[in-house]
């Protein structure tokens, strides 16, 4: 997470999943989705299989 500007757990809330997912698959083309998943369980609090749905759709998109 510090090669794409992100020291902290405040951090990546402040710059978000999305934008952190964008940054580490410019960075590292194969990183999977799931990874999105984990990053966003980590923003709100929820665990992977709760948030896999809702970053799917998202996913699609990025």
Known sequence: MQSIGIDSAEMLCKMGAEE???RLKEK???ICVVFLYTLE???YGYG???IARFSQ???ENI
């Open 57 to 59: 759709a998202r996913a």
């Open 41 to 43: 369980g980590a923003n």
């Open 20 to 22: 952190a997912f964008v």
């Open 28 to 30: 590292y083309p194969s």
């Open 48 to 50: 992977i299989s709760q």
